[in-house]
């Protein structure tokens, strides 16, 4: 049986988990200078993260009885992570990254009402889950400025 409002709100975190990991993981090939190790490693963790969780929030969506969106094109209508520039100095990678945490914070925040509206606790466990994640990304991110 679907839950419509859940599944919509949980295809946004889907959108903006994927563009998450698609920006960490080019800040992560192109950061430089003096913190590149630090920072590479960082990126990298969080973006491994993220490919575990876009597996994990698709899984969600298939288990409320829908398809999980799967194209740049599902994506891009519903996504509010921006593309990231691969051309930035690291310190601006860094903060980047630290707000959008903020960015998918609100996602999933809009899908954990939607879960507690529909009183859906397995939801509202991951969801809650992801949020901790999140949280803790952005508190490493700010820390590496």
Do not use: C
Not at 51 to 62: C, K, V
Not at 103 to 120: C, F, P
């Amino acid at each position: 049986m679907s839950n419509k409002p859940v599944v919509e709100t949980l295809k946004k975190v889907l959108a903006d988990s994927y563009a998450l990991y698609l920006k960490t993981q080019n800040y992560h090939w192109n950061v430089e200078g003096p913190h590149f190790k630090s920072l590479h490693e960082l990126f990298e963790e969080q973006y491994t993260d993220l490919a575990t969780a876009i597996d994990e929030i698709a899984e969600l969506i298939r288990t409320l009885g829908e398809k999980a969106p799967g194209t740049w094109r599902a994506y891009d209508g519903v996504r509010t992570v921006k593309d990231g520039d691969e051309n930035a100095d690291a310190a601006t990678m860094v903060q980047d990254l630290a707000d959008d945490q903020d960015v998918i914070r609100k996602t999933l925040q809009q899908a954990l009402e939607a879960a507690q509206n529909a009183e859906d606790e397995v939801v509202i466990g991951a969801l809650v889950d992801r949020m901790s994640v999140h949280s803790k990304n952005r508190w490493m991110l700010q820390s590496s400025l």
